[in-house]
């Protein structure tokens, strides 16, 4: 088994790498994706992701890589973010995944970063691996819900909500950056964030996005995705003077259907939402790990602040 890195891979090989995230029911991100996401801001390392090959350019796992900015309680540091760990079913239990990890934290602590965090879910048989490996859990999101029913009388508000378009997604990022400005966590994302994922990536639309106006200024954001029966916005940032209207909008926007607010929106509005007669859910499934890559007892909970009231964390995070 050889490992190699995004460039080192044969562009003929592409094909196994899609077909590896196909099988775990992921999307494509192929090879011209990666280069114009990359070119665009996408912070990453120079090798952007390692993988495991065998015998003529057999892929059988894959690890990738980005760089993440984190507001720590010791100031803001760049981590190592893990991400897109995936085995081929017929060769997991090998332990390809380990070397991959060990290898990517040889070259991270080579350039200089201190610690790596990942996103994965709690009864996933990965997360004993990531355990194993000195990874930690230190954060795990909220989730609140309510079926608001439907009124006959719109209630009035200071601020309007509207559809975003493809033309607002600068002012979504000017927003973000704005509001969680001075908070802990993940404040500071890198520049023309989602107008990389939506207007030169695609992978995400401003179809899904609402955005909060006062004198047809924009004053915050939703991401407000539709299905059948119910609402997922698990991303909601406004000015705090203004998040009892825009849950007013938001659920006059949902119709009836569930409405499902997530992350530090609602650890911000716990005693606003519970007033309106939101449902909670304090035991997530999905959790933030982190490690050391230098002291394996650190704690990493205390260093990202994630139980700090200004710790800040959205859907969009979740790399």
């Known amino acids: 088994m050889r490992i190699l890195t995004h460039d080192e891979l044969p562009d003929s090989v592409d094909a196994q790498v899609q077909l590896l995230a196909l099988s775990a029911y992921w999307g494509v991100f192929d090879r011209d994706q990666i280069r114009k996401a990359r070119d665009a801001g996408l912070p990453t390392p120079d090798y952007y992701a390692v993988y495991a090959v065998e015998g003529n350019d057999e892929v059988l796992a894959k690890v990738d890589v980005y760089r993440i900015d984190v507001e720590t309680t010791s100031g803001l540091e760049t981590m190592t973010g893990i991400s897109g760990v995936l085995t081929r079913r017929d060769k997991s239990r090998q332990g390809l995944s380990r070397q991959l990890f060990l290898d990517v934290h040889r070259r991270e602590k080579e350039s200089g970063m201190c610690h790596s965090i990942l996103w994965t879910q709690r009864h996933n048989k990965a997360h004993d691996l990531y355990e194993s490996l000195g990874y930690k859990d230190a954060y795990g999101p909220v989730v609140a819900l309510i079926k608001p029913k439907e009124k006959s009388q719109v209630e009035e508000t200071a601020i309007k909500i509207r559809d975003a378009t493809a033309q607002d997604v600068q002012s979504i990022d000017s927003l973000h950056s704005k509001i969680t400005k001075g908070r802990l ?17 695609g992978s995400d639309k401003a179809s899904d996005f609402k955005l909060f106006t006062k004198q047809d200024e924009p004053i915050g954001y939703a991401l407000f995705q539709q299905n059948a029966g119910w609402v997922r916005s698990y991303e909601v940032v406004v000015e705090p003077q203004y998040s009892e209207e825009a849950v007013e909008l938001l659920e006059q926007e949902a119709k009836g259907n569930w409405l499902a607010l997530g992350e530090n929106f609602v650890v911000d509005n716990r005693s606003l939402l519970t007033k309106r007669g939101y449902a909670f859910a304090d035991y997530s499934y999905s959790t933030l790990m982190g490690a050391s890559l230098d002291n394996p007892n650190e704690d990493m909970a205390k260093l990202l602040g994630s139980n700090d009231a200004k710790f800040v964390c959205h859907n969009g995070d979740h790399f």
């Open 185 to 201: 966590g993940f404040s500071h994302r890198f520049k023309g964030f989602w107008n990389l994922w939506i207007n030169i990536i």
